[in-house]
């Protein structure tokens, strides 16, 4: 529904801002949990998963990657197995292709055994390492000194997740905004006004799942500015078809311990194409889908947190690097052919819509590496969750839900 419709409500138990993939599935599971209580879901697009959530790769993560013990390890092993359970249970396709990390030079394989020891301390299932003639077996047009194969990996396309969940909420009586752009948050005795660029909502508890706008959000609800989101552009480029696959899975570098992306990948859609990247800039909008979209609000945010100069004195190479990468084709399929040496004769077709990452960055300059959720009065937010929020959100929704339950600004115990 829209704005406008005079006859609906605009006071509620629980108010939950943001229909990405993860504030659609914490209303689902509010709504499983406590279905006597009014729910909306307020969502500045038009329609759901209109940003992270619609713009990834789709790629279900196992969880080789986290840092043991850190809410990502937990909730994304749990959360694969709960989206393969919920595709099952609403038909939505996806493929279970395995993922092979590969490395390139004998450095490389040290951080192969570090990934290793996570995803087993992590309780990532069917895990194995490969010698150099054991990839073939796996990626016949793959080549490494090594590689760990996660055979749990898959794809699924998100949107269709995040439509089939909007329906389950629309079926249970959830009310969803669409064209309702929360700017601030006021509190207001016992409840909290979410006032939107045209209308109001009113609501006892609010949680807040806004993605790239999650740190203005909760500081307009009284939270710390510190950790801020700061937008990094990831592009794709799509290859043309070929007559034998280029890969059958996916297939990734060893990744740079220092830095929360993955690298360079070649990746299988669910549609069948096969994409190259994502590139990781940072941009001078939240929605810069585009190269050149500039928002002054969104640049000046970044340019004044200090962290951003903290970060950038320590990265700078690899930023210039981006910048390079981003504008120019050849060294995208130059990154991905070290380890998948036909992307160079297939051909590229297109360019992928971009997504924008909403990283988060503290105030001395480290990239948080882990979910993070806080709270304020009336209110509970979620402040970071990037990659692999989509896999893990079945479960990260448990896990707000609860704290939310066990907070004590929780009215409704």
């Given at each position: ?8 409500p605009?006071?509620f ?24 209580l ?20 789709g ?11 850190s ?33 390139l ?16 301390a992590n ?38 997740v ?96 220092s ?155």
């Amino acid at each position: 529904m829209t704005l406008g419709a005079s006859t609906e409500p605009t006071t509620f138990d629980v108010a939950i801002v943001g229909a990405g993939i993860l504030g659609l599935a914490v209303a689902r599971e509010l709504r499983r949990c406590r279905p006597e209580l009014t729910v909306v879901i307020l969502e500045r697009e038009h329609d759901v998963a209109q940003h992270q959530t619609g713009h990834n790769s789709g790629v279900i993560h196992s969880g080789v990657y986290y840092t043991p013990g850190s809410l990502k390890a937990r909730l994304c092993v749990e959360g694969a197995k709960l989206m393969y359970e919920f595709c099952d249970e609403h038909d939505i396709r996806y493929e279970r292709c395995g993922k092979l990390i590969v490395a390139l030079e004998v450095k490389e394989l040290f951080g192969l055994d570090e990934l290793e020891r996570r995803g087993i301390a992590n309780g990532v299932s069917g895990l194995r390492r490969l010698t150099s003639s054991e990839i073939a077996e796996v990626e016949p047009g793959c080549l490494g000194i090594g590689a760990l194969h996660s055979p749990g990996t898959g794809i699924v396309n998100y949107y269709e997740v995040a439509k089939a969940i909007e329906r389950e909420l629309q079926r249970d009586g959830v009310h969803i905004h669409f064209g309702a752009r929360v700017e601030r948050f006021e509190r207001d005795g016992a409840e909290t006004e979410l006032i939107c660029h045209d209308r109001s909502f009113r609501a006892q508890f609010v949680i807040g799942c806004a993605g790239l706008w999650s740190d203005r959000l909760a500081v307009s609800a009284g939270a710390s500015p510190d950790p801020q989101i700061v937008p990094f552009r990831g592009a794709y480029l799509t290859l043309k078809a070929s007559p034998t696959p280029v890969v059958r899975g996916l297939v990734y570098p060893v990744p740079d311990p220092s830095l929360p992306f993955l690298g360079v990948h070649v990746t299988k859609l669910i549609n069948g194409d096969i994409t190259l990247g994502p590139t990781a800039m940072l941009v001078p909008a939240r929605d810069a889908y585009r190269l050149g979209r500039l928002r002054p609000r969104d640049l000046w945010d970044t340019l004044r947190w200090p962290g951003t100069w903290k970060m950038s004195r320590k990265f700078w190479r690899s930023g210039v690097s981006e910048v390079m990468t981003s504008v120019g084709r050849r060294r995208l399929v130059g990154a991905a052919e070290r380890y998948v040496p036909a992307v160079s004769t297939v051909g590229v077709k297109r360019e992928r819509s971009s997504g924008v990452r909403a990283q988060a960055l503290s105030r001395e300059g480290v990239l948080l590496d882990d979910f993070v959720i806080s709270e304020t009065v009336g209110a509970v937010h979620v402040r970071n969750a990037p990659s692999p929020a989509a896999t893990s959100s079945l479960a990260l929704a448990k896990e707000v839900i609860g704290r939310v339950e066990a907070s004590s600004q929780w009215p409704f115990h």
